[in-house]
Nanobody, 123 residues
Framework: QVQLVESGGGLVQAGGSLRLSCTAS????????MAWFRQVPGKEREFVVI????????YYLDSVKGRFTIFGDNAKNTLYLQMDSLKPEDTAVYYC????????????????WGQGTQVTVSS
């Protein structure tokens, strides 16, 4: 079992940047598939990016490719999401998730979640 705590959300103007952090209670890299999801009111939680548990292969939502980057710090058990060129449509609550399955893509397939952090992009 792993506990996840996100931080780094906030209010930013369109075109700006934010870096989200997800700190885990234990080792995550090489153990869990990790992902960032986001959710807006009235919509389902959608994946933003997934990083596979072994090879570290990444899969990005098409609308964030080239703007968002997932990376980690193994020593700190921390996963990051660097978000550049932010758009108003990126406004959402962002969640960090982890699971032992190889490549779960749906939110329902993830066992462990952080509490979420709000990202608001103003136009």
């Amino acid at each position: 079992q792993v506990q996840l705590v996100e931080s780094g959300g906030g209010l930013v103007q369109a075109g700006g940047s934010l870096r989200l952090s997800c700190t885990a209670s234990g080792r995550i890299f090489g153990t869990y598939t990790m992902a960032w999801f986001r959710q807006v009111p009235g919509k389902e939680r959608e994946f933003v990016v997934i990083i596979s548990r072994f090879a570290g292969t990444t899969y990005y939502l098409d609308s964030v490719k080239g703007r968002f980057t997932i990376f980690g710090d193994n020593a700190k058990n921390t996963l990051y999401l660097q978000m550049d060129s932010l758009k108003p449509e990126d406004t959402a609550v962002y969640y960090c998730a982890a699971d032992l399955k190889q490549l779960p893509s749906l939110a329902s397939e993830y066992a462990y979640w952080g509490q979420g952090t709000q990202v608001t992009v103003s136009s």
